[in-house]
Structures are given as structure tokens and as C-alpha cells.
């Protein structure tokens, strides 16, 4: 069997003065190239554990490996492999989608060249290239998301986490962030997404993880979790084994 790209054995974290833990003895196996659906109600713990993932919330108990690599002591070799693309806007207003699209290469130390083929290249596959010298807030808000994950991926990373990712967007936005999305993950990229659609989520994921009170509740192919629960569809089984209808 080959090493999972992430792997998580028993986290364990409760914020100060919290009554429940947020993430309860959580464990997940995710192999290279999955599209994986991280999937659960408000509350369940999908946030806290993407936080924890990429670097920026601590945690109590429990190993994460990422690309080999325990995140404990290793992040700073972990993080250009990793992208995110928060489900708040982490763009500049006041600077164009050009602007915002350097500032972050800069952080990323990309070499001037490299950067200048990356923006192009997304802003092409995005259909963004007659509006980039538009200020980030004049553009729309499907417009800004589409923006906010490009700015993920100019590093090329091997691993992508989406917090909700189309939540909020326009139709046509929607089919520009999906189709984009497929095929980063036809082109071997491991992509980690929460969303409270599941059926959006059915279509893309080629493996979902259920988590509720920050536990795994239960996990597989979707259509095997649909298939061993007898429901119809991914939203059916969000109910059943929750009891709480996706917003």
C-alpha cells in the first residue's frame, strides 16, 4: 500500500475554556490524488482540523504526517507543499487582482518569471485576464473567490485545502471554480474540501470523510456509503447519520 499524503492518528484538541473538545480523537488516511470531502454540520470540527493542517492553530494530542513529514517538526519543509484557500476572502481591496496575485507570489519567493507565467496562466484558465487590473473590491463576489483561490495555487502545491469554496458564488462562477477544480485533481493534485452541498460534494469527491462532534463517523466512496446506508444520494446520508439537514 502507498503512504497516504496525509495522514492524522488520534488529534485531540479543545480550545481554552471550551466544555467538548472540537477535534475528539480523529483519524484520517488521505491517499495522493484524492479529491477528499472532509464533510459534517457546523460544529463537527472540519475548520479546526484544516487549521491544524496547514500550520496555523495548535493542537493537544495525536501524530499528523504530511508528504512524510510530522508537522510538528517539519512545517517549515511542509508548507510549499500545501495550499489554501480560506472561505474568508484573503485578498488586499485596494489592490488589483494583478497586485494581489504578486504580493502573494513575492511571499512565496517564486522567481519573477516563474510568477508572471503562473498569474497568466490562471487568469486565463479562470477567464479573469481582461479584469485584472480591477481593485479586488469592485469585483464580484464569485469573481473575488475565484481570485482567492488562484492566489492559492501559483506555488503549485502538491496538497490544496478548500474551506467552502463556492459558497456564496454565482452559477456561472460556480461552473468556472468546479471545472478548474476537476481538473487540477485529473492532473494528480490532492485536493481536501469542506462544503455543506453535498451535492456538489457527490459529484467531485472520489472519497468523503463524515465527522460530527469531532469524530469520524463514517467514510469511503460515496457511492459505497450510499450504497451500504440504502439512501439515494450523499445529503440522505448527511441526514441519517446526523440528523441535521446540510444548509
Known amino acids: 500500500m502507498q503512504h497516504p499524503v496525509i495522514e492524522i492518528n488520534n488529534l485531540h484538541k479543545t480550545y ?3 466544555s467538548h473538545p472540537s477535534v475528539d480523537g480523529l483519524s484520517l488516511r488521505i491517499e495522493e490524488g484524492m479529491f477528499f470531502g472532509f464533510l459534517g ?5 472540519k475548520t479546526t482540523t484544516i487549521s491544524i493542517l496547514c500550520g496555523l492553530s495548535s493542537f493537544q494530542r495525536g501524530e499528523i504526517i504530511i508528504c512524510g513529514m510530522d508537522l510538528r517538526r517539519k512545517f517549515p519543509q511542509i508548507k510549499p507543499h500545501i495550499g489554501v484557500a480560506p472561505q474568508d476572502i484573503a485578498l488586499y481591496p485596494e489592490l488589483t487582482i494583478d497586485e494581489n496575485l504578486r504580493f502573494v507570489g513575492n511571499v512565496y519567493e517564486l522567481p519573477a518569471q516563474l510568477l508572471k507565467q503562473q498569474i497568466n496562466y490562471y487568469l486565463e484558465s479562470f477567464g479573469l485576464t481582461s479584469h485584472r487590473q480591477k481593485k479586488v473590491a469592485y469585483l464580484s463576489g464569485g469573481m473575488k473567490r475565484q481570485v482567492n483561490l488562484i492566489a492559492a495555487l501559483l506555488h503549485k502545491p502538491k496538497i490544496l ?41 457527490e459529484s467531485l469527491c472520489t472519497y468523503v470523510s463524515l465527522v460530527n462532534k469531532g469524530k469520524v463517523i463514517c467514510e469511503g466512496t460515496p457511492s459505497q456509503l450510499i450504497e451500504k446506508e440504502q439512501v439515494n444520494s450523499l445529503e440522505a446520508l448527511f441526514i441519517l447519520k446526523t440528523g441535521i439537514k446540510p444548509i
Open 16 to 18: 481554552k475554556r471550551a
Open 41 to 45: 454540520p457546523n460544529g463537527a470540527g
Open 161 to 201: 485545502f478548500l474551506d467552502e469554496p463556492t459558497v456564496g458564488v454565482d452559477v456561472k462562477s460556480r461552473q468556472i471554480i468546479v471545472r478548474n477544480l476537476q481538473l487540477l485533481n485529473q492532473n494528480g493534485m490532492t485536493i481536501v474540501y469542506t462544503s455543506h452541498d453535498m451535492h456538489e460534494a
